[in-house]
């Protein structure tokens, strides 16, 4: 039965990242109801396509703090704003990790504990 189960997960993985599913934990952005973008996992579709209003993902132009979740606030042809929580950052499309889908609470906390 543990077997199965475990090859239902990883076939429901690897169809998730086939369609451009990603995971990744937040150095800084956006708090939620559940505690900071620090102390969590976000799931995102992997694209740059997104529309003011818009939780993303995004590498900031400051290295020491990135991945970042935040928040679109404004659209041109080859950048975007997007607003951190603290910050509005005028980045390139190209610098768009993608749109957030998920965020799980408190495993952040738990990856950034382990040094993942």
């Known amino acids: ?12 993985i690897l169809s998730a990242t086939a369609l451009g599913v990603r995971i990744s934990h937040p150095e800084v952005g956006l708090s939620h109801a559940l505690g900071s973008a620090q102390s969590s996992v976000v799931i995102f579709k992997n694209g740059n396509d997104v529309l003011v209003g818009d939780k993303v993902m995004y590498e900031s ?56």
Do not use: C, H, Q, W
């Not at 543990?2 to 239902?8: E, G, H, N, P």
């Not at 080859?78 to 408190?106: C, D, H, M």
């Open 61 to 116: 132009l400051d290295l020491d703090n990135t991945p970042v979740l935040g928040v679109i606030s404004s659209l041109e042809e080859n950048s975007v704003s997007a607003n951190n929580g603290s910050t509005t950052e005028v980045i390139s499309r190209e610098a768009l990790k993608g749109e957030v889908l998920f965020i799980i609470p408190f495993l952040g906390s738990i990856i950034g504990f382990v040094g993942l």
């Open 1 to 12: 039965m543990a077997k199965k189960i475990s090859l239902v997960l990883l076939a429901l």
